[in-house]
Structure formats: structure tokens, C-alpha cells
């Protein structure tokens, strides 16, 4: 993680850094998090969402004994015991920067993220989450209608039906691994979804093809050994598109940024 020079969000208050044990270090903005995510000595803080699905996050990587293959961030609990406090959460800090160009690496550690957690149960806020990105992975699921528009239809007819079982997942890997010379990578800012495990990704491969170069012809060998590839590409780049959607967020030159990328999976063989 790494300081940011961007506008800051609302900072967190000194009664949370003193409830987090941070006080009295002085809080700075990092980049990543959407300007929202502050460091205070060795402690990071983010505001949190739903608080039920960030206490669930918190109690299971507390509990998580170390795995070959990646590294997590701890949770940090108030001075009252709870893991949130004040609309905030707070993490110990781990040493990294992103690197959204390893995309094969990214997927490589996602991967042995999901086998460490395959045993979990699925969370019941995933039942109710309520935001621009679970509408969007719900349309693309074919749970609610997808928006209409911008390859929407032409992604709908490719839709199959996916026989791999699902299980908690990050869905939103690529930007939230973290690079240390001699460590392992880190994994941060869980994005958790009920799905197959090969979603991840494919929602990775798709970010890195969409917005940082990875060849849309090429979107294929990164789904090397994992089931269904294609149908899970379909559905991944389904879900970044209703999410832009769903943010107001397609604008001028959404379209051509996507196209060869929607082009590209439907033409790998099924």
C-alpha cells in the first residue's frame, strides 16, 4: 500500500484511532480503496459497508492459520472487543504495491486463496446485499434482468448453464493482490460472492483485458486448467458492464474499450 496524492474521503476521527489502539499517529490517505482507506501508524482503516459482512470477513481471517500461496492482513479489534467501530474497520498493515499487469500471478494466488477457504459456509448478507456490484452479479447470474443495451443481449445468448459448484470467492482480485520482494502475495480487500471458484478469474482476466493490456485474444490461456472458462468469461464481463451500468458509470467510450473484449469471448470455441 502506498501513500496517495489524490483528494482524500473523510478521514477516521481520533476516537476510533484511539478505540484501535493507533493513537495518536496522524491518519494518511492511501491509494486503492476509492481514496477512503487511511493508515495511522501500522494500522489501516477503512470505512466499512454492511457491518454484518465485514465482522463475518474479520472473524474468519483472524482465525486463519498461515497457507502456502498467499498472504492476509489481520483484523484489528476495537477496544470493546467488536471488529467495527465508529462505521470503521481496521487491518494490519502488510508490505506491497499492486500490479495489475501480473495478472497471471494475480490468478495464480487467487487461486490458492479459494482452496484455503473452500470449506466456508455461504454468509447470509450475501442473501442481502444490496449495491451496484451484487445487483450486477446477481443480473449476471441470471437472477435479476441485465440492463438493456451495450452488449447486454449478445452476452445473453451465450449464457449456459455453469455445473461447477460455488463457494465463497474475491471476486474483485486484480487491483487487491499485493507484490513484496521474498514475501508471498497478499491478499486484500475481500470482495466476497457465492460462486464458482474460476469466477475470480475470470473477472481478473477480464479487468486486465478491459483497462490494463492484456490482449483480448489471449484472454483465453489464462483460464488454463479452470472448468468452464468460457462460460465463466461470459458472465464476468456480464457482471463488469451491468456494474458500470448500475454506477451510472457508462459513459463516452465505454463501447469501444469493451467491445473486443465481448468479441473475443464469444468467439472462444464452447
Avoid at 80 to 99: F, H, I, P, Q
Avoid at 103 to 117: K, L, M, P, S, W
Avoid at 165 to 174: A, C, E, K
Wanted: hydrophobic share 45%; with cysteine; aromatic share 10%.
Amino acid at each position: 500500500m502506498s501513500l496517495a496524492d489524490a483528494e482524500p474521503g473523510e478521514k477516521p476521527g481520533d476516537d476510533v484511532l484511539i478505540a484501535f489502539g493507533a493513537a495518536p499517529a496522524r491518519p494518511r490517505n492511501l491509494t486503492g480503496g476509492r481514496g477512503r482507506t487511511w493508515m495511522a501508524g501500522n494500522v489501516v482503516f477503512r470505512p466499512h459497508g454492511d457491518a454484518e459482512e465485514s465482522i463475518w470477513k474479520a472473524r474468519v481471517l483472524a482465525d486463519r492459520e498461515p497457507a502456502h500461496g498467499f498472504r492476509t492482513s489481520r483484523p484489528i479489534p476495537a477496544a470493546d472487543g467488536n471488529w467495527v467501530y465508529g462505521g470503521w474497520e481496521a487491518w494490519e498493515w502488510l508490505a506491497g504495491e499492486t500490479d495489475e499487469s501480473r495478472v497471471v500471478d494475480v490468478i495464480r494466488a487467487g487461486a490458492a486463496f479459494h482452496e484455503a477457504i473452500v470449506h466456508l459456509q455461504r454468509p447470509a448478507f450475501i442473501d442481502h446485499s444490496d449495491d451496484a456490484w451484487s445487483r450486477a452479479d446477481r443480473m449476471a447470474w441470471e437472477e435479476n434482468p441485465l440492463p438493456r443495451g451495450s452488449f447486454m443481449r449478445r452476452l445473453e445468448r451465450e449464457f449456459q448453464p455453469v455445473l461447477s459448484p460455488s463457494q465463497v470467492i474475491h471476486g474483485d482480485l486484480l487491483g487487491n493482490v499485493m507484490f513484496a520482494p521474498d514475501l508471498p502475495p497478499a491478499i486484500i480487500d475481500w470482495a466476497p460472492y457465492w460462486r464458482p471458484a474460476g469466477l475470480g478469474a475470470a473477472i481478473a482476466a477480464v479487468d486486465a483485458s478491459c483497462w490494463h493490456g492484456w490482449p483480448a485474444g489471449r484472454l483465453a490461456e489464462l483460464g488454463d486448467g479452470i472448468p468452464e472458462w468460457r462460460q465463466l468469461l461470459v458472465r464476468a464481463v456480464a457482471f463488469r458492464i451491468a456494474t458500470l451500468h448500475n454506477l451510472d458509470s457508462w459513459g463516452e467510450g465505454m463501447d469501444e474499450r469493451h467491445e473486443p473484449v465481448v468479441s473475443a469471448v464469444i468467439s472462444i470455441p464452447s
